[in-house]
């Protein structure tokens, strides 16, 4: 099996987490002395998974996964979220501040986004895309048609390229956009879950006509959204704009149905 992280076949490959497990600890007051679980998972798609648990895609040597622990997770958790999750002020606290989408409904879409200092801010979003990263690749393990295609093209190779020294040796990103992360409120949280103890957690391809346009994944109060349309600044608003939608508006309304049924 070949490692996403450096590319050697190996012997065997860890269960790792597209979604990190400090995000699920946290959540679940794992962190805490007490032990007392505060929201139990939904994960889409698969309700053979235990709900304390989330899927863990065979996608890294055990070198590679401990590495982008230390390059890119340590120390995000109080970034994302406050040491009590479930204390309103502390959210508060943390500088997120209101970012209007539109084009996705007729009224812009308010979600938070994070305003660190750039330093900070940078290593919020080399985290998020991260974790798109790893879920581009565990989409493409499990035959996902957008997601083979493009890492199977040139294009992809570049692309996955780059990710990867970005991550694990901080040269600049090239060939491909940042990813957007995005905090959404305990109230979106249960209008999806319809449950107020529960977390989505899911991640997709999103694109249409034969075109991919990018990765998303959605985990308990936050979605990340990975452009991956070819660079070409004439359409970039457009196919922005385009992936928004199936994003916020179907994705978020297909999750929703599927945790309903
Ligand atoms: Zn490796």
Redesign the pocket.
Known sequence: MI??????E?QN?VNSHVVSNFIRKRLMGETKSDGSRKFSFSWVGRKDLPKQDLPKPRL??????N?LGKEVEDGIAELLMPDDVEAFDAWGDLPIRAHEIHGVFDDPLTLGVYDYPLSTQFMIEKFALSVAWRALHALAKDGEQHSCALLNSKRGANIDESVRRHLFNGACLQNTYDAFIYYWSPSTVNFITNNSGDMPFAWAELGDEGESLGVTVMFAYWVIVWPLFERDRSQYSAKLDRLNKLCFMDWVAHVSRQLAS
């Open positions: 490692c996403i992280a450096c590319g050697k190996q490959l890294m040597c055990k070198t590679c996964d590495n």
